[in-house]
């Protein structure tokens, strides 16, 4: 999906999601996003104010990150199970130095 956007010419991809949402904001950190910020009582959701965490990765850090993700996706980077064999932050951290 990131590069399908990225190469449509999309300048940004932007997450956002419930500030108590600990998972999905672990998720966006992981996946190579930016924590941008966050947007407090931005909606009312079940009788609650919810605050709204930010996060966006943009065309420039794509090029670095697209390297990390194809290097996480190959087949060898799997072990028979399916599990992978070196988590994508390290490949973000390799691409990135």
Known sequence: MLR????AGYRRVEWKCDDLN???KKAALRFGFTH????????????RNRD???YAMLDQEWST???????WLKADNFDQQGLQKVH???FIQLYSA
Request: glycine fraction near 6%.
């Open 4 to 7: 399908t956007c990225f190469a």
């Open 22 to 24: 600990a998972p999905s």
């Open 36 to 47: 941008e910020g966050l947007f407090r009582q931005h909606v009312i959701v079940k009788g």
């Open 52 to 54: 709204t965490a930010w």
């Open 65 to 71: 990150l697209s390297l990390a993700y194809e290097a």
């Open 88 to 90: 994508l932050k390290d």
